[in-house]
């Protein structure tokens, strides 16, 4: 009866032990993922794919870091906008004086 405790015990053990391994491995695979996107953005400030469909931190993480990478994108363009604006706001006025 005790060979068959063990057995249940034992079977249960592997059992847990491989599901852990399996949502270590996925959590893993997320968050090299936004490490990715974070380098990727860094460098030329597009984002890869994020894992921002996950309903756990990770996934919160990712939402986080999608949501703060379009508001600088978002920010770069108005920012370039305004240059351009305030250049051509300068020509017209050397223009104006030299008149």
Do not use: V
């Not at 870091?65 to 250049?87: G, P, V």
């Amino acid at each position: 009866m005790a060979g068959i405790h063990f057995i249940d015990y034992f079977i249960h053990s592997i059992g847990s032990c491989f599901l852990a391994l399996w949502w270590l491995r996925k959590q893993t695979l997320s968050l090299e993922s936004i490490t990715k996107s974070m380098t990727s953005f860094g460098q030329n400030l597009s984002t890869e794919k994020l894992p921002i469909h996950q309903n756990d931190e990770i996934g919160m993480l990712a939402r986080s870091f999608s949501s703060m990478s379009q508001t600088i994108q978002q920010n770069i363009h108005t920012l370039a906008k305004a240059r351009d604006e305030a250049e051509e706001a300068n020509r017209q006025k050397k223009n104006f004086c030299r008149t």
